[in-house]
């Protein structure tokens, strides 16, 4: 399925941060994606839509990868790269991954499933999940996962018993800990003790035992059905602060080292996990990636020379810096409302310009506060900017889409409107709130679009309604 290339958008202009890098002006006002004019792709595909910039998402990975792998070259080491699938996953996305080098990291046998269906081969997977099912413990033995991300004490048993009775080489497992580490937003915080359900704990108990992320990996190693891959740690997401990185860095060498003195074992490998930020508004400054991957093979080779031990591979699991900016989300505009404020400064008028999405499509300002940043697609506009609140059409007064931004004063209904960087969960994260069907991903390279994710329809939906 394709549409052809809008007319003017060859010439189009480069409309920078937060859009992905194939978004631009057209002459005539329009924003378009990859040479594909938005006006063309609403009217061939209906919105709302997820529009999803091809060769930014391969960009991305490739930047990423490319970045990792000289910086800890540099310092003796490798590195491989997984996409973190939670933050969107479809066959063409771990297609795409996969080819530009990455590996594929997975949370659940659905995400397990949608990335074998890509053709990924099971070596190059991972399976993550604080309460991973016996079904899904076996699936991942059964094509040969790369790794078991075991996430409690309880599992180590789990991945045992299922990786006898199948038998065969033992299975590759990877203990994910608690570092105290926290991070996200600006700044991280350290603490000893977590309250969280990711993971186990690097904080010895105060009776002096061995914390439970040793007492973990012993475990691993005491059953011959396992091999002990290495430690991981992911220490948060939407990250722009990297100094939280080396700090879990150091944490984590060191209780490798310390499981080495212990038993003579060294793992070969440490997972530092995803998190990298990214930019959601005009104004913000996403991580470089050049910059972290040099800072924390700075971090990981000053450990290990401190420790004196070898340094291990390292792997990374970014989602959201490798599909978040390479998205936007396309809506109609409809009701469109001024709404007095009552404000202790004086009251002031807001526009309610409503979409025909809302929070089923991206759930992340309701549920996290999240900003977004809005932009008339399918024209500019002519009047002053107003001070706009786009919001969806659910029955919650909690649907809003982008809290605050300045829109044309004669935005219309009609007009299209163009939410930037909702790539990483959006879609992933999306409902049938109010039986309202999920919309399709429609990717755009080279001035031609095609559907990855079709939209659903309330056929679907009813489908599963057995009455
Ligand atoms: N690895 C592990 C073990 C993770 O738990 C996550 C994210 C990632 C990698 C990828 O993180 P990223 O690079 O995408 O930040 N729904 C939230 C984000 C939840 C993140 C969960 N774990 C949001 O919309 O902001």
């Known amino acids: 399925m394709s549409t052809p290339a809008g007319e003017h958008a060859a010439s189009a202009d480069a409309v920078g941060l937060p859009w992905s890098g194939g978004t631009a002006r057209t002459p005539d006002g329009a924003l378009s994606v990859a040479g594909l004019d938005l006006r063309a792709l609403a009217a061939e595909h209906g919105t709302p839509a997820y529009v999803l ?41 771990a297609r795409w991954a996969h080819e530009e080098g990455l590996r594929v990291d997975t949370a659940t046998g659905g995400e397990l499933a949608v990335a074998l269906r890509a053709g990924v081969p099971g070596a190059d997977l991972g399976l993550h999940g604080n309460n991973k099912s016996d079904a899904e413990i076996e699936r991942a033995l059964e094509v040969g996962v790369g790794r078991i991300i075991v996430d409690s004490l ?27 580490v926290h991070a996200g937003g600006h700044e991280y915080i350290s603490t000893a003790h977590e309250d969280q359900k990711f993971g186990v ?11 439970p992320a040793l007492e973990a990996l012993h475990a691993v190693l005491e059953h011959p059905e396992l091999h002990l891959l290495g430690i991981h740690s992911h220490i948060g997401s939407q990250i722009l602060d990297p100094s939280g990185f080396d700090v879990a860095a150091h944490k984590v060498m060191a209780l490798r080292a310390e499981l080495a003195a212990r038993t003579g074992y060294l793992v070969p490998e440490v997972d530092l996990g995803g998190g990298f930020g990214i930019a959601y508004v005009p104004g913000d400054v996403p991580l470089d990636p050049s910059r972290v991957a040099k800072d924390l093979a700075a971090a990981v080779d000053a450990s290990c ?13 970014p989602g959201r810096a490798i599909v978040g900016p390479t998205t936007l989300t396309l809506y109609t505009v409809g009701t469109v409302k001024d709404v007095t404020v009552d404000d202790p400064a004086g009251p002031f008028v807001r526009r309610y310009v409503a979409v025909d999405g809302g929070m089923s499509d991206n759930i992340r300002p309701a549920l996290y506060g999240a900003n977004y940043h809005a932009e008339l697609a399918s024209r500019v506009g002519e009047d002053a900017p107003v001070l706009a609140r786009v919001v969806g059409k659910h029955c919650e007064s909690g649907d809003i889409v982008v809290h605050e931004v300045q829109l044309p004063g004669d935005v219309r209904p009609g007009d299209l409107l163009a939410v930037a960087a909702t790539g990483a969960y959006g879609r992933s994260m999306a409902s049938n709130y109010n039986h309202v069907p999920r919309p399709p991903v429609v990717a755009v390279r080279d001035g031609a679009a095609r559907v990855l994710v079709r939209r659903e329809t309330v056929e679907d939906l009813l489908a599963l309604d057995l009455g």
């Open 53 to 93: 910039d091809e060769a930014d998402f391969r960009a991305r990975a490739q930047e990423l990868r490319r970045a990792f792998e000289t910086a800890f070259a540099a310092v003796g080491t490798g590195v491989d790269v997984y996409y973190a699938g939670k933050a969107f996953l479809s066959v063409a996305v």
């Open 154 to 180: 309880g599992e180590v048993d789990r991945v045992a018993t299922a990786a006898r009775a199948r038998g065969g080489a033992p299975a590759p497992v990877m203990v994910r800990v608690t570092t105290g």
């Open 201 to 211: 704990s690097m904080a010895p108990p105060a009776d002096g035992s061995p914390s």
């Open 305 to 317: 020379t401190a420790l004196g031990t070898a340094l291990p591979r390292i792997s990374i699991e």
